[in-house]
């Protein structure tokens, strides 16, 4: 069965609540979520400027950088549309940010800057490289992944009430947009949901969002 393309995939079909879903779409992306996941976590390890600089060298590695990347392939031309919904489209912005997550790491563990940033940006290097590889066959959910990683990485670092209020209503927001966007599939939403989940919660062994 032919899947349907996207409700807001043509420019005049923009307005009323499918332009409202697809600004939503576009503000809570995986980019926007893990910048502000980096300034919650880089201020909670290292109150103040500290902290904030930190968070600011990780979000402008794992979050601008990604984006500035996307804005230029479609500027010139190579990609058809920001949600990418063409899989090979989305090889480049891909391992751009893999590449890019890859330094936020290694500047973080260089230069001894919060653990909880370093564990985020090795978060991003694993879950954008699996991204990948699947990406490669199938249009797994990007923002399901993303919403349910931030979900997870709340619950575990400032509790889970914090989660439950903050985190499960962008997890559920998220999903039922792409979905009424006709973005993804169920099975797409529900994988990338999983492979949020699963990428945390893989890191966990090694020491990482575990406080103490």
Not at 86 to 106: C, V
Request: proline share 5%; hydrophobic share 60%.
């Amino acid at each position: 069965m032919k899947r349907l393309p996207p409700l807001d995939l043509l420019v005049h079909n923009r307005t009323g609540f499918v332009k409202a879903a697809r600004i939503y779409s576009n503000v809570v992306s995986p980019p926007v979520m893990f910048a502000v996941v980096g300034l919650a976590f880089g201020l909670y390890a290292q109150p103040g400027l500290p902290g904030f600089l930190w968070a600011a060298v990780y979000g402008l590695l794992v979050s601008l950088a990604p984006i500035l990347v996307v804005l230029y392939l479609l500027r010139s031309g190579r990609i058809a549309e920001l949600h990418m919904s063409n899989t090979r489209e989305r090889h480049i912005p891909y391992l751009s940010a893999i590449l890019f997550a890859g330094i936020a790491f290694a500047l973080i563990a260089r230069f001894n800057g919060p653990d909880l940033l370093r564990c985020l940006a090795l978060f991003n290097i694993i879950e954008l490289t699996a991204l990948a590889v699947i990406n490669r066959y199938w249009l797994i959910s990007l923002h399901a992944t993303g919403a349910m990683a931030a979900a997870v990485l709340l619950g575990l670092v400032f509790g889970w009430w914090v989660s439950l209020w903050v985190g499960i209503p962008l997890v559920v927001s998220v999903c039922w947009v792409r979905l009424f966007l006709k973005r993804h599939s169920m099975a797409q939403i529900v994988a990338g949901l999983a492979l949020g989940t699963a990428v945390v919660l893989s890191l966990l062994p090694l020491g990482c969002f575990v406080l103490i």
